[in-house]
Nanobody, 125 residues
């Protein structure tokens, strides 16, 4: 069993930055692949980024490739999503999720076993 908790969301102006955190607790968080997803108002859930247990990263959204990065701190069981140069299209609830099989990333939410409660990111002037 694994528990995930996101934090770091908020209101930011266009062009600003935020860093989201996903803290994992439970049985051996280090073996899980962690993905970040987002859901904008009126839209479906979208895979954003993923990092596996070997720290390999996969992007699932072309719109964030030059602006978002993902990192992992094993000592803190925390995965970070650094978001730079935010724009209004980044407004969404951001979720982190974990899947067993720590080497395989996926942009499909159905492949993940555990989810956090989400954190709201609003980009507005």
């Amino acid at each position: 069993q694994l528990q995930l908790a996101e934090s770091g969301g908020g209101l930011v102006q266009p062009g600003g930055s935020l860093r989201l955190s996903c803290v994992a607790s439970g049985y051996n968080p280090a073996i899980y692949t962690i993905g970040w997803f987002r859901q904008a108002p009126g839209k479906g859930r979208e895979g954003v980024l993923c990092i596996n247990s070997k720290l390999e990263r996969t992007y699932y959204s072309e719109s964030v490739k030059d602006r978002f990065t993902i990192s992992r701190d094993g000592a803190r069981n925390t995965v970070y999503l650094q978001m730079n140069n935010l724009n209004s299209e980044d407004t969404a609830i951001y979720y982190c999720a974990a899947k067993a099989g720590g080497l395989t990333c996926s942009g499909s939410g159905s492949m993940y076993d555990y989810w956090g409660q989400g954190t709201q990111v609003t980009v507005s002037s």
